[in-house]
């Protein structure tokens, strides 16, 4: 349901900078980013990845060496092409554009399909992006992995270079919840949206994988609720480019209402923006995301239907149980308000 440009991409009376600077902060940062990422989304699904995309390329704490448009489970209701990761790019480009961020040498497409098994990866421009940034021997600086949608291109990254294992973090988001930890909602999908995408790519990652994983399940990414009345005031208002977010969300509204027949809601989850707050805004001594809750259980193994095995003594898994939306707001909504006031914006 997200806008998908046209591929040959539409330009915008906007200022033009690129990775690695911020003009647009009248008190520079101090230098060096503390963390590398990757950034993989479903752009062409729904609309909080856009948010999340926004929000980190405005944190100059995390330098951003990839960014991957990954794929839409088949026939899903906001993209229903088969060429999902192929808009996924559009979208990112076209964000770019928006923001006059000139540095599109980062965005690199991911497999329209799902994995076939768990032994066979699916190559593509992503996972080659990806090995390279993971295998790079000239700095140490940490990597993180932010998937915000389906984990095939890592699995299938995985499945070429194993080694990338002990050279990144990932963090996703996605699956259900723990037992013990959280109930699933009313009504709630079988298999949680993200996992579904491919759930043997989620497999691969879990099962077969010693990746190092920051889970962030259905339960907490549905705490990331945020107001039409600060989407409005605080979003909509910033801007050409808060105005694109905004109606974006506005058309999924739309689109739901009218199929339910019901009144719309007063709140969307912006479920993707955790990736922001559990990388860039750690804390300064002793970083960490400490501002966020989590508990360490082992890694289950995922089910073919969604549900966990529990696997005793299997390497530890990071599960999220409460993150802190406030900071993670509050920094977006001024940043995307001090970015718009400098680009000077104008349809």
């Given at each position: 349901m997200t806008l998908i440009p046209d591929a040959a991409g539409r330009e915008y009376d906007v200022r033009h900078w690129r990775l690695g600077s911020v003009p647009w902060q009248a008190i520079q940062p101090a230098p060096g980013p503390r963390a590398r990422v990757i950034v993989d989304n479903d752009f062409a699904g729904d609309p909080d990845d856009l948010y999340h995309l926004v929000h980190q390329i405005l944190s100059p704490n995390t330098e951003i060496r990839a960014v991957v448009g990954s794929r839409l489970r088949d026939g899903d209701v906001f993209d229903t092409s088969g060429r999902t990761a192929a808009n996924a790019v559009l979208v990112a480009r076209d964000v770019f554009?928006?923001?006059?961020?000139?540095?599109?040498?980062?965005?690199?497409q991911g497999s329209n399909e799902a994995l076939a098994d768990r032994a066979t990866p699916r190559p593509s421009a992503a996972v080659d992006a990806i090995v390279a940034e993971a295998m790079r021997e000239d700095t140490d600086t940490p990597?993180?992995?932010?998937?915000?949608?389906?984990?095939?291109?890592?699995?299938?990254?995985?499945?070429?270079?194993?080694?990338?294992?002990?050279?990144?973090?990932?963090?996703?988001?996605?699956?259900l919840e723990h037992e013990g930890l959280a109930d699933p909602p009313p009504n709630?999908?079988?298999?949680?949206?993200?996992?579904?995408?491919?759930?043997?790519a989620g497999q691969v990652v879990f099962n077969d994988s010693d990746l190092d994983v920051w889970q962030v399940p259905r339960d907490v990414y549905r705490q990331c609720l945020v107001s039409d009345a600060e989407l409005r005031l605080r979003v909509a208002a910033a801007g050409p480019l808060g105005r694109y977010l905004y109606d974006e969300l506005a058309t999924v509204v739309r689109g739901v209402t009218e199929h339910r027949g019901t009144a719309p809601g007063e709140s969307y989850a912006l479920g993707d923006s955790p990736l922001v707050l559990l990388t860039a805004l750690r804390s300064l001594f002793e970083a960490a995301p400490s501002s966020s809750r989590h508990t360490t259980i082992p890694t289950p193994s995922l089910q073919d239907d969604g549900t966990y095995l529990a696997v005793p003594g299997a390497r530890p898994l990071r599960v999220y149980t409460w993150v802190d939306t406030r900071l993670m707001f509050e920094d977006f909504h001024l940043k995307l308000r001090e970015f718009s006031r400098w680009s000077g914006a104008s349809d």
């Open positions: 554009a928006r923001m006059g961020l000139d540095s599109t040498e980062v965005i690199h990597l993180f992995y932010l998937a915000g949608g389906g984990l095939t291109d890592l699995a299938s990254a995985y499945l070429t270079e194993p080694r990338i294992a002990e050279r990144l973090t990932v963090v996703w988001i996605g699956g709630a999908m079988p298999i949680e949206y993200n996992l579904l995408i491919d759930v043997t």
